[in-house]
């Protein structure tokens, strides 16, 4: 049931009234460090991907398009969501968040190695990849923001997700492949697989938030209010600390009367979550001192039955 979704969005049913619970999904960057592509490493790969235990699959999937806009070989495997072409252009894959790899002491967040080393076997001995250039072709960092396919066409956006090594996320305008790679989620997600299954992705609660908790994660809490300016900025207060903020740009996706409907009621947020830099003033008003900005409703995820 589409509950948050304007006649105008492209949104799959991504909210749910079942046991008065919804969940939220939200994103996070990543980072990497070089690795190579020889082929022993693509074997080495593939066979740590096989003692993993998860089944690799030959089917095609469902997402695909009718033309790409690149054909280039890899030089650089960044992370599983992140590559860099041989001209020395970096690519941020459309519509996936995997784990973080580890920096400067910091160790990688589980299942962050199996994804890239996942991506590489995908890729396969040649390094090839086809991608389809967004609608937003470049992010704030200047990477090349892309759907990636294997030579065969196959989405690698959707295997990874089929396989529990990233979440899918949407934000607009790139939501081509939207439908299909959430629907590969839900799948996931109910049999548990990968990061489903993982107690490091489980909802943080929104009432004890601490600065570790920055980063791509899911969060918990209650809905106390929400507030729907005409010329401003939308806010969806949980109890506690988090704050969910939706850009005007971003409320033409969203319907005002079902954003209002879940006060009181619990949610799950997963995303890019930030830790708000605020003055004296403001902390003395009350201000969450947690934001994650919500861009579309396909944040709101189906719940999983317990």
């Not at 996070?28 to 070089?34: K, L, V």
């Not at 969910?244 to 997963?270: D, H, T």
């Amino acid at each position: 049931m589409d509950v948050l979704t304007s006649s105008s969005s492209v949104s799959v049913a991504v909210l749910a009234a079942k046991a008065n619970t919804v969940i939220v999904a939200v994103s996070a960057m990543n980072r990497g460090i070089r690795l190579s592509l020889k082929r022993a490493t693509v074997l080495v790969a593939l066979f740590l991907w096989l003692l993993f235990g998860i089944g690799i699959s030959d089917a095609r999937g469902e997402c695909r398009v009718s033309a790409y806009d690149l054909t280039a070989r890899v030089s650089m495997i960044v992370d599983g969501d992140t590559l860099q072409l041989d001209d020395g252009r970096k690519v941020r894959l459309i519509g996936i968040n995997t784990p973080e790899i580890g920096r400067k002491g910091v160790p990688s967040e589980p299942f962050a190695q199996q994804a890239r080393n996942r991506l590489i076997a995908l890729l396969g001995d040649q390094s090839i990849v086809r991608l389809k250039i967004g609608k937003d072709a470049r992010d704030r960092y200047g990477r090349l923001l892309a759907h990636a396919f294997t030579v065969s066409g196959e989405s690698i956006e959707e295997r990874l997700i089929k396989e529990g090594l990233g979440m899918a996320v949407a934000i607009p305008p790139n939501l081509l492949l939207q439908a299909c790679l959430f629907k590969a989620q839900s799948l996931v997600r109910e049999a548990r697989v990968g990061v489903w299954q993982d107690s490091y992705f489980s909802p943080r609660q929104s009432v004890s938030l601490t600065s570790s908790d920055t980063g791509f994660r899911l969060v918990s809490g209650v809905v106390e209010r929400v507030s729907l300016k005409k010329e401003g900025s939308w806010w969806v207060l949980l109890e506690g600390r988090l704050a969910l903020l939706i850009a005007k740009s971003s409320q033409p996706y969203f319907n005002e009367r079902q954003l209002q409907s879940l006060i009181g009621r619990q949610v799950v947020v997963s995303g890019w979550l930030v830790k708000r830099r605020l003055n004296a003033k403001e902390k003395a008003k009350g201000y969450k001192p947690f934001l994650v900005s919500i861009k579309h409703p396909a944040s709101f995820l189906e719940p999983v039955k317990k």
